[in-house]
């Protein structure tokens, strides 16, 4: 399966794939199972980072990444 990674606009970066393994610097595991898709925070706003919680909207987070 292709793994497809999404970089909103003042928003999160989506990774969607079977299998999502994310590690911390560490190497430990975040518990991932079942999902097939997570959001992750880019603006360091969230209460659950590395998960995205919607806290950019709160924050004012202003970011806009396209691909050239």
């Avoid at 393994?21 to 209460?47: E, P």
Wanted: include cysteine.
């Amino acid at each position: 399966m292709t793994i497809e990674i999404q970089v909103f606009d003042s928003g999160p970066i989506l990774v969607k794939g079977a299998d999502i393994v994310l590690k911390d610097a560490n190497g430990d595991a975040w518990n991932t199972k079942g999902k097939d898709a997570v959001a992750l925070c880019r603006c360091g706003a969230s209460a659950n980072k590395p998960f995205c919680d919607g806290g950019h909207k709160g924050a004012g987070f202003k970011d806009a990444c396209k691909a050239s």
